[in-house]
Each structure stands twice: as structure tokens, then as C-alpha cells.
């Protein structure tokens, strides 16, 4: 049996017609850039996520950069975030001059540790440099936004989320003397979304999104994706080219209306999991953990139908990770390691002492994890299969 890490032919197949239908309206349109089909993605995305404001942008790396910039970001400023995710993260900080300053990881959700960040906090000449905080809602499930927003609050350090693997995805937070459910993106002062084929939520190409209840920020955003210019060939400030092309978000705007659907899928297929390997032995004896959602609901309607974990990776943690890698990729299994180092350890910023070293949960994840297929389309067959490849590599 081969079974792909992701297979996007088995999620275009029953969507192929709409999508050629509406790329063909867009070509018909002439209208490339920008226009109609972005605005219309934007209020879509804006609505699902509970904020008032979309920003359409080329990619997920530039929702960052620019959502950075906008906050005035630049050289002497640190941006707190984690030294456990993908590589753009620390780019689009290191891009604008500043300085990214690392906080371990929680061992269970792979999430910045919120007790980390308080202790880095607490440290008041560190503090004063901290210009934003930057989370990321790794794999699918939110950071523990409830303490990241209260200690953001306390010291009045704006929080920039990294939802590129969260769209959807939510956790419950105090508000008001009560506990309501919030989506990835719409508790900070803005969220960053990614659009890469391979995201729960994926076009064709590249493409990206910021979201926000901030006017004011959702404006000078707005300005800095086309160059500063405000207006038109009038430039008072500095931007980029970070606009969204119009074929993307009419791909874009037929996949949103499936995706709860494959959130659905993909936490079947982990629950799924989760059974095989408890059958298997596989959990009992600790030669594998499986993932855990932390903000699962005793019901799902205690969670008012909130996607508490929208698994864009099914992560497990293992022995002997390497070869187990190597022996799944034999048997026709796709497998990925995210992350073989910490962003901390990679070559291109060890020269920069304020990149810090000691995350031992970085460190111990980036050995140990291994994704496994979890794409909506998976059968139980097939994930039978990995499970028993698995439990006979360790026999």
C-alpha cells in the first residue's frame, strides 16, 4: 500500500469542476490583482474568524513581515516568539533588523510556554526592549492565548499570532468574568494566516492573509502591501509588494466553504490514531505518544462546536525517530520530520548571541517527533496499515 504524507489530487477531485469554472471567471475578468474576488475572500475570512477586517497577501511569510512592520518593528526591538516552528517566523522578524528572543516550548501542545514568557518578562531591561510577542498556533492547536493575552495586557506588548497551521482552530479564553471560545487570529491585534498548498486551508500557489479588529492597523496594513502608497504613486511610507493574487482567493473561496468539514475528517482520522496505537500496545509501553488535545470539550457542543484542534500535522513522539523514519519511507509511508532543529541552531543566525541556546523542549522535540498522514481523505485501512508498519519496526 502507498500512502502519501498528503495527497491534494484525492481533495481536488470533487472540486475540480468549481474551481476551473471560477479561475475562468477571473481570466474572463481581466481583473488579476486585487478586485473583487480578493475583497470577497477577505470578508469570508474576516467572518469565519470573528474579527471585522481581512487583509489578502501573498504569502503567509509576508502576513508576518508586513503585520511586523506595521507595528513598527526594527532594529533594537526584540520579538518574543518560540525557537520550535517553521522557518519564516524567525525570518520576518530578523528581516526588519530586530531581534528574535526565544522562549522554550510546552512539552504536550509543541506551543510557546507561557511560563516561560512570564519569566523572560519578568526580567525588566529585557522587558523594555520586547516589542511584540509572537505565538504560533503549532500544528493546529492554539497556544495557550488565555495567559499569553493576560501577560501581554499587563505589560501593554502587542501580540502578533502566527496562525499559518491554525486557521479555525480555537481555545477558550476569560473574558469579562467568563470563559468564550476564540479562533486562531482573533485574539491578538492581528493574526497571520498561511495559504501553502499543503495548509488545512490551501490555494494553488502561494498566499497569505492578516486579520484584525483594528481599523487603524488594518489600514497602514492595507498601505504597506502595495508599496506605502496612499495614494496612488504617493508614498509617505515604505512598504512591499504583498498583494494576493485574484485566482488564489477565488481557489480560495470555493475550499473555504469545505473546510470545516475537513477539520472534521482530520480529527476523526486522529482520534483514529489515537485508538490503532492504545490497541496496538503502542502507547502503554511509551514507545510512542500521540498528540493531545488539551482544550478537547467533555462534549462537543460544550465547546459551542469550536474546532479545538484542527490537526494540519498529526505529530507523535518516538524512540529511535530516525530509523523509524527510514523504515516507514520504505514501506511506502510519507512521513516528515517538523523540526530537525530549533530555529535557534540553524547555521544562518549562529553568529547572533541574542539568538540564546538552552530550550531543552525545543531541542528534545526536534529529535524525537515524526508527522504521520493525517489528510481528511485518509481511510481506516490505510491508517491501519501505518500503525501496523509502526508496530513492526519495534518488534
Not at 263 to 270: D, L, P
Request: glycine share 8%; aromatic share 8%; proline share 5%.
Amino acid at each position: 500500500m502507498n500512502i502519501p504524507l498528503l495527497d491534494l489530487k484525492a481533495q481536488l477531485a470533487p472540486l475540480r469542476d468549481e474551481i476551473v469554472a471560477r479561475i475562468t471567471e477571473v481570466v474572463d475578468s481581466s481583473r488579476y490583482i486585487q478586485g473583487p474576488e480578493v475583497e470577497n475572500l477577505e470578508k469570508a475570512i474576516a467572518g469565519y474568524c470573528g474579527v471585522d477586517f481581512g487583509i489578502g497577501v501573498s504569502s503567509g511569510t509576508d502576513a508576518l513581515l508586513v503585520s511586523l512592520m506595521a507595528l513598527d518593528v526594527g532594529p533594537g526591538d526584540f520579538v518574543v516568539t518560540t525557537p520550535y516552528t517553521f522557518f519564516a517566523t524567525m525570518g520576518s522578524i530578523v528581516r526588519l533588523g530586530a531581534r528574535p528572543l526565544f522562549v522554550d516550548i510546552d512539552p504536550v501542545t509543541y506551543n510557546l510556554d507561557p511560563g516561560c514568557l512570564a519569566e523572560t518578562l519578568d526580567n525588566e531591561n529585557i522587558r523594555r526592549q520586547v516589542k511584540v510577542i509572537l505565538p504560533v498556533h503549532l500544528y493546529g492547536q492554539c497556544a495557550d492565548m488565555n495567559r499569553i493575552m493576560k501577560l501581554a495586557a499587563a505589560y501593554d506588548i502587542p501580540v502578533v499570532e502566527d496562525a499559518a497551521q491554525g486557521i479555525g482552530a480555537a481555545c477558550p479564553i476569560e473574558k469579562n468574568g467568563r470563559t468564550v471560545w476564540r479562533k486562531a487570529g482573533s485574539m491578538g491585534s492581528c493574526g497571520c494566516f498561511s495559504f501553502f498548498p499543503s495548509k488545512n486551508l490551501g490555494g494553488m500557489g502561494d498566499g497569505g492573509m492578516v486579520v484584525s479588529s483594528d481599523e487603524k492597523l488594518t489600514e497602514k496594513i492595507k498601505i504597506l502591501r502595495n508599496h506605502g502608497a496612499d495614494p496612488k504613486y504617493f508614498h509617505g511610507i515604505i512598504g512591499g509588494n504583498f498583494r494576493l493574487d485574484a485566482i488564489q482567493a477565488a481557489i480560495l473561496r470555493v475550499k473555504l466553504t469545505h473546510l470545516a468539514e475537513w477539520h472534521k475528517g482530520r480529527r476523526r482520522n486522529a482520534d483514529r490514531y489515537n485508538k490503532l496505537f492504545r490497541q496496538a500496545g503502542l502507547t502503554k509501553n511509551g514507545l510512542i505518544q500521540t498528540p493531545v488535545a488539551v482544550y478537547k470539550p467533555e462534549t462537543e457542543t460544550s465547546a459551542e462546536g469550536q474546532d479545538y484542534h484542527i490537526y494540519n500535522q498529526y505529530i507523535i513522539r518516538v524512540r529511535e525517530r530516525d530509523n523509524l523514519r527510514e523504515f516507514l519511507l520504505n514501506n511506502s509511508i510519507g512521513v516528515e520530520i517538523y523540526y530537525p532543529l530549533g530555529l535557534h541552531q540553524q547555521e544562518c543566525v549562529k553568529k547572533f548571541e541574542y539568538c540564546g541556546h538552552g530550550f531543552p523542549e525545543a531541542e528534545k522535540a526536534a529529535r524525537q517527533t515524526l508527522a504521520l498522514p493525517i489528510y481528511p481523505e485518509l481511510t481506516a485501512d490505510m491508517q491501519q496499515y501505518v500503525v501496523d508498519t509502526i508496530s513492526m519496526f519495534y518488534k
